[in-house]
């Protein structure tokens, strides 16, 4: 979502782990990381207080399964690295 203030634009995002990003291309970037729903409302609510729009959205609940399992393969040490000097079969045979 596109956001301006007076001279400024900026963007705001919400993710699936309720990771807020807000960018002000006239100032700063700022990232809040809220631990719980309740913390989400609240930030939702400053916002609507303060009259800036947003929009949220969500992933699928498949979609974010996968990158779980995939995460957690590779913090168990299951993935193969790539020699970028081989090609892609070269490197899977």
């Not at 719980?36 to 929009?55: D, M, P, R, T, Y």
Request: charged residues 25%; aromatic residues 10%.
């Amino acid at each position: 979502m596109i956001f301006r203030v007076g001279e400024c634009v900026g963007e705001y995002k919400l993710n699936n782990n309720f990771d807020i990003y807000l960018l002000n291309l006239c100032m700063e970037t700022v990232i809040m990381h809220p631990e719980n729903k309740e913390q989400v409302a609240a930030l939702k609510a400053f916002a609507k207080a303060l009259k800036v729009k947003f929009e949220t959205s969500t992933y699928n609940a498949d979609f974010v399964a996968k990158i779980k399992e995939s995460t957690k393969q590779v913090e168990a040490g299951n993935y193969t690295t790539l020699d970028p000097d081989k090609s892609l079969w070269e490197n899977l045979g």
